[in-house]
């Protein structure tokens, strides 16, 4: 049987077989509340424990209510959603997880953006039936991610995210009954565990006991201190969804409104990283170039295929998990770590002050950024090449806390010289964005001729992993794309046994790319809205004169006043890097 | 091979191990060859005989003798007297309590007399560890027909006419769901015996194990046989020690003999069998819970359908089995699945075996047919209660059980009669309770457990048991107040109809149960401040009369805490505010002069 006749609250319907009560109620407008289920359709990712027991709905002839969440439809299903022996056990439910839970609603991370706090309004919560002991955990605060433990209500969205999606299995629940709770295994802290910092964790906690570090405090402090000169660089997906913070649809560009809030926040200059993202692609994509005429010259030792090397989150990955394998991915650094190492060397001279006078501010889609800015090989006599790197979401909140009315400021244009970039650079805010910029230049100098199109279809999309071939002119280029660390882990697997079949192969750890980012303004399960996100994407990449990182001038006259040539020496000293194995 | 004249039975279960069986057998040994009577007396390390209380236990073939509690200091007088000289040991048999005769025979003992034992039929009576005993018993056989003779549907048809249910506590047609496996298609299958036990005080899956792992190895195969697997795993708790070494030795054996591995009985047949350890988590018990415990993951039950029959152990078609449920299988396929099911009642065919314990003359392991009455499990094979004392309620179906009063006791036990009755069979845990015990110091006591055991996966058992026991704690501290008797039934009732799996969808059952039956005794706690059966430290009130004292000062000097004051010869006083309601003033005042309120 295809189809299942089904009722649902007195409504007759037709749904197919395998559809869930919850899939069929949201079908007529009946929306089952749900607090531990999630699903981001497209990208394969749900999760789906039946444990929070919030949807739990009346079947007739059922001895027990029922899961809407994960229970299928029958044939002459009769489904009560709103009965009372329904609402009086979905709301009991809900004052059990609420006695366990800090009441400090006023003054949480994510009060306004708490889907607890959401549920209990919806559920109208007016009184705790069932006060008890509360679990206390202590804090762990790690360089990008703050764990608040007490505040776990265990629906285990992020121990899904961690073990499922990204297989990296820092988390899980530990403990049994009452005690049980989500952590690193024997309670360590996350800075002593192999966690990459993606913050997929972070960015689907319902409530607020995963959080990333809040740094706008000492962002106000830098701004307010005459003596230094605070600029800002801005990653192409922040613009993509800042808006979202401000009551805007997912997948509205704000570019000039996030220039226009920058500046009167009171940064010096306001840059983007996505002129840093046209270095990397001459950096990097001049790399895979030399390391593809070494192999079609037969040299066997040549490491292919060459990796990218942006997301702090998957650098981290391999060099805890495929440590053997470290010289396989690119050197370059990430756009923001060479923005950084820019700014406080080529910037700071043209400025003529020390690079201890200049505070250099990320606003980035990622908390990862946050450790990747820490990590000691970017810091010169210890003062780091990027001081401070803030989430969307921190920027947002900084807006807020400053006063702006956001949605009615007037669109501003980037400083230069480290504000111009391409369409190259912007797309690296989606999965398949970094290989396409790359193949864009790297075709251009290989062949010596000009792209016949620009645009490249096969790179883009959601699927988990990808693989196209680009004609480099008769040499047949062969492409890998992953997103999430448990594709990426497949493609490295590969790799590992000689499997491989690719030259080159872009990474990135989270879903759908930086406008997945671990610091974006929630998703809340809604995969449309990085669906927008990616149109928006694409769509500044087509607003773009120029769209082709080697053309850009600023980038052109960088290397003509201070770097020289691509993978020149000093490239390679301030855009380049090394990686470290990190599994003792 | 030695045709002996006598064989001695010695339990080496774990119980009568605990209490030097093993020096009994060994004290055997050395007098049986200081006698030179090696070849006459044989010495046979058998399983549980299920009469816990009076072990250890040796029984004496063949004329049926029965040594209860005997010690190694008497094994040289049942040698002398009873093998030498065939003069029975009185003092050593067992005594009827009502009719203070010595009975020789065990057959005639009350324990026994209403017993059938189907899934115990060789407990007590063969060595475990050698096959040849259980293939002397007919072991192997029903395997061997199996193969021979009767097709996978044929069995499956035969087990499903038998009646047979799950012994693990879920009562679910054994044949059917041994059809559903079979009927999923699969390149791999697997037969999996659940053997994580975890009811406080049952062990009838452990006597199994320790006294006829075979019985359960050779339904496996047939499981096998019948689903179309060639894999079986056996989830045992890592305590169960004993039983581990049984069943590492059947496997071992089985294999030498043909009987597991490769074309077993040269009918093209595979079957081997492994052992997966378990941490003794009780809610590992749950099919889903073990298959994931067995797989490497944490021990924790997911949603059901997928069944285990459709989407098992690393994600193929799964058939899981308890125990009990395993070891009557070869019986129904030897003596036929008629003659299985014209025992019990109408719905639950066959017999349960209970471990009884609790206030009761008899504690140990029982098997009776279905539909017996907890009247006569308790005072005719349990013998009644201990010391004389009035019966108060029976818990049955383990920790998770409803109490029962004595209402009750003339309800027939089956699967549904006890559900009907707001408890439930469980696994067969059957714990007897008196006059003394306080029920919401019992309910909140099973609380207490379940919450320690719950996985913590859903959101009714994680907390909501952790609420219930926080009111239960208030009540027996005298702290609670009558509203909380309403919020335990309405919270006991979400946390049954909202919890994912069966401990929480039943563990309030002892709280409603003891509300319905005894909620007197809530009352008395909350309005009166007392607990009727003098269990709540917290309501307890020791005085002095002061009438009745003569100022010996025993009280006095006997008090742990000082807070009984007074001068010689004159009345003493206590302390309220430094009592700590120990009772050692009660029990030493030779005047009754301390009253309890």
Excluded at chain 1, 264 to 277: E, I, P, S
Excluded at chain 1, 393 to 416: C, G, V
Excluded at chain 2, 554 to 570: D, K, M, S, Y
């Amino acid at each position: 049987m295809d189809t299942i006749n089904l009722t649902i609250d007195n409504k007759s319907i037709v749904v197919k077989n395998g559809t869930t009560i919850l899939e069929a109620a949201s079908g007529i407008g009946v929306h089952v509340p749900t607090l531990c289920h999630m699903k981001l359709h497209d990208l394969n990712i749900e999760n789906k424990p039946g444990g929070c027991r919030v949807c739990v709905v009346e079947v007739e002839g059922r001895r027990n209510l029922a899961p809407a969440c994960c229970t299928e439809v029958a044939e002459g299903m009769v489904v009560n959603t709103h009965s009372i022996r329904a609402i009086n056990a979905r709301r009991t439910v809900m004052e059990l997880i609420l006695s366990d839970h800090p009441a400090d609603c006023l003054i949480c991370a994510k009060s306004g953006n708490c889907e607890l706090q959401d549920m209990a309004h919806q559920l109208g919560i007016r009184e705790i039936h069932y006060q008890g002991e509360q679990s206390h955990y202590r804090e762990d605060t790690s360089p990008a991610i703050i764990r608040e433990v007490d505040k776990c209500i265990m629906c285990r969205r992020c121990e899904m995210m961690c073990n499922e999606v990204q297989t990296v299995g820092v988390l899980s629940a530990i403990n049994r009954g009452f005690n049980s709770v989500v952590s690193p295994a024997f309670e360590m802290n996350l800075d002593h565990s192999v966690c990459t910092y993606c913050g997929q964790c972070v960015a689907v906690c319902p409530t607020g006991a995963l959080t990333e570090v809040d740094e706008t405090g000492n962002v106000i402090r830098a701004l307010s201190d005459p003596s230094k000169t605070v600029i800002v660089q801005t990653a192409p997906a922040v613009r993509a969804a800042l808006g979202e913070e401000f009551g805007m649809e997912a997948g509205t560009l704000v570019t000039g409104k996030l220039v226009a809030s920058l500046k009167q926040l009171g940064f010096d200059y306001v840059f983007d990283t996505d002129f840093a993202a046209d270095l990397t692609i001459m950096e990097e994509g001049t790399e895979l170039l030399n390391r593809l005429s070494k192999h079609l010259s037969g040299d066997k030792d040549v490491k292919l295929p060459i990796l990218t090397s942006c997301c702090p989150a998957w650098v981290k990955f391999f060099e805890h998990q495929f440590p053997e394998m470290k010289d396989i991915p690119s050197t370059a650094r990430s756009p923001q770590q060479m923005f950084g190492s820019i700014a406080k060397t080529y910037f700071a001279d043209k400025l003529g002050i020390n690079r201890e006078d200049l505070v250099v501010v990320s606003i980035m889609p990622c908390v990862a950024k946050k450790y990747e800015c820490g990590r000691e090989e970017f810091k010169t006599n210890d003062n780091p090449d990027v001081d401070y790197a803030l989430t969307t979401r921190e920027l947002a909140a900084l807006i807020k806390i400053s006063n702006i009315d956001f949605r009615t400021l007037p669109n501003e244009t980037f400083d230069n010289p480290l504000g111009e970039s391409t369409g190259a650079a912007v797309i690296f805010g989606t999965t398949g964005g970094v290989i396409e910029a790359a193949v864009r230049t790297a075709y251009e100098i290989h062949t010596k001729k000009e792209l016949p199109r620009i645009d490249f279809a096969e790179l883009r999309g959601m699927e988990g992993i990808r693989k196209a071939t680009i004609d480099f002119d008769g040499f047949p280029l062969k492409i890998g794309i992953a997103h999430g660390l448990g594709n990426a882990r497949k493609l490295l697997e590969d790799i590992q046994a000689g499997k491989s079949e690719f030259h080159a192969i872009e990474i990135m750890s989270c879903p759908g790319g930086c406008i997945g980012g671990g610091g974006q303004p929630y998703h809340h399960g809604n995969a449309e809205v990085l669906k927008k996100r990616q149109m928006a994407i694409y769509q500044e990449d087509k607003n773009k004169v120029i769209r082709k990182s080697h053309e850009n001038p600023y980038i052109i006259e960088l290397y003509e006043e201070f770097l020289g040539e691509p993978m020149s020496e000093k490239a390679h000293h301030l855009l380049h890097t090394e990686y470290f194995d990190r599994t003792e | 091979m030695s045709d002996y004249k006598m064989h001695l039975l010695i339990c080496s279960g774990t119980g009568c191990k605990a209490s030097e069986s093993e020096d009994i057998i060994n004290s055997f040994t050395s007098l049986i060859d200081e006698f030179g009577l090696e070849d006459e007396v044989q010495i046979v390390r058998t399983g549980c005989f299920g009469f816990c209380e009076k072990g250890p236990i040796v029984k004496v073939l063949p004329d049926n003798t029965f040594y209860v509690r005997v010690s190694p200091g008497d094994t040289e007088e049942i040698l002398k007297e009873h093998i030498v000289k065939g003069r029975t040991v009185q003092r050593l048999l067992y005594t009827d309590p009502v009719t203070n005769e010595n009975i020789s025979d065990s057959k005639g003992i009350g324990f026994y007399k209403k017993q059938i034992r189907i899934a115990l039929r060789n407990c007590g009576f063969i060595n475990p560890e050698n096959i040849e005993e259980y293939i002397a018993r007919d072991g192997y056989m029903a395997l061997g027909k199996c193969l021979a003779e009767f097709t996978p549907e044929e069995t499956i048809q035969e087990i499903k006419e038998s009646g047979l249910r799950g012994r693990g506590g879920g009562g679910f047609p054994t044949g059917l769901k041994w059809e559903i496996t079979r009927k999923s298609e699969a390149d791999q299958k697997y037969v999996v015996c659940n053997a994580d036990e975890g009811d406080p005080g049952a062990f009838m899956d452990r006597s199994i194990l320790e006294g006829d792992p075979h019985s359960v190895l050779e339904a496996m195969a047939i499981c096998g046989y019948c689903i179309g697997a060639d894999k079986g795993l056996v989830y045992i708790r890592a305590e169960y020690p004993l039983a581990i070494e049984r069943l590492k030795t059947a496997i071992k054996q089985a294999r030498e003999y043909g009987l597991l591995g490769n074309d077993i009985m040269g009918a093209k047949f595979n079957f081997d069998i492994e052992l997966r350890y378990g941490a003794g988590a009780f809610v590992c018990g749950e099919e889903t819970a073990l298959i994931h415990s067995m797989e490497g993951l944490r021990g924790e039950p997911t949603f059901k359908p997928p069944f285990p029959s459709v989407s098992g152990y690393m994600g193929k078609p799964t058939n899981v089995n308890n125990v009990e449920t395993f070891a009557n299988i070869p019986v129904i396929l030897n003596k036929g699945a008629n003659w299985f099911n014209k025992i019990g009642t109408e719905k639950s065919k066959g017999t349960k075996v209970f471990a009884l314990a609790g206030k009761i003359n008899n504690v140990g392991l029982i098997e009776v047919p279905m539909g017996t009455t907890l009247r006569e499990v308790i005072y005719d094979i349990g013998g009644g209660i201990k010391n004389g004392k009035e019966f108060k309620s029976v818990q049955t179906g383990g920790p998770s059980g409803g109490c029962l009063t004595k209402d009750f006791l003339d309800t027939p036990i089956d699967y549904d009669n006890l559900i009907a009755a707001g408890s439930m069979m469980g696994s067969g845990g059957m714990i007897v309770m008196d006059e003394d015990d306080c029920m919401v110091s019992i309910a909140r006591f099973y609380l207490e457990f379940t919450l320690e055991e719950s996985c913590g996966k859903c959101t009714p058992c994680r907390v909501g048991n952790k609420r219930l026991h926080e009111i239960l704690d208030k009540i027996t501290k005298g702290k609670g107040e009558v509203e909380d008797i309403e919020r335990l039934r309405v919270l006991s009732s979400v946390i049954k109809d909202a919890s994912l799996c069966g401990l929480g969808q039943s563990s309030p059952n002892p709280v409603l149960s003891t509300i319905a039956n005894f909620e007197n005794e809530y009352l008395a706690h909350v309005n009166d401040g007392k607990c009727p059966a003098g269990q709540c430290k917290a309501l307890l009130k020791y005085e002095i009369a002061e009438d009745l004292c003569t100022g010996c000062t025993l009280c006095f000097r006997n008090c742990p805490v000082g807070a009984i004051t007074g001068e010689r010869r004159q009345p003493h006083f206590i302390d309220q505010s430094i009592c700590i309601k120990c009772g050692v003033c009660f029990e030493k005042c030779k005047f009754d002069a301390i009253t309890l309120t």
